[in-house]
């Protein structure tokens, strides 16, 4: 086996029962929150909303890219891409959380609880994991 296969087995990520737990808290947002947006404008808008808006489409659209790439690293199995991912992911809730308070006016401790939860702590986890598979030497 030549380095260069060496390195890209090295590369691929195997799945734990508490990393596919991990991957589906990050994933599934990724698919229900744009089937949310564009099915209930007034979610994300406001009780006066009725129609999509044009932030409420660029949010879908966000997400479902996001979504469908989480897809795709799952499928190959590519460590580095699913660390991406994840950053990225964990960028994006944390600017989503503040701004989803400051339009909606949620219950805030729920928020945190949902965001901690579900959110930053899984995210930790899947860095850390992913790290250490990229790492191994």
Sequence with gaps: MNS???NLSLNQASYTWWFGII???LIWPMFVGPYIALTNPSFFGGPEVTNITLSSSLYAARNLAV???F???IYLRNASMLFIL???RLITDLIDAPLFYIFREPNLI???IIFTFLCYLPAIFGLRYLWQKINYK
Excluded: N, Y
Aim: charge should be neutral.
């Design 23 to 25: 991957l589906f808290s």
């Design 4 to 6: 260069e296969s060496k």
């Design 86 to 88: 994840i950053v990225v």
């Design 71 to 73: 897809l795709l690293a």
């Design 110 to 112: 729920g928020q945190i």
């Design 67 to 69: 979504g469908v790439a």
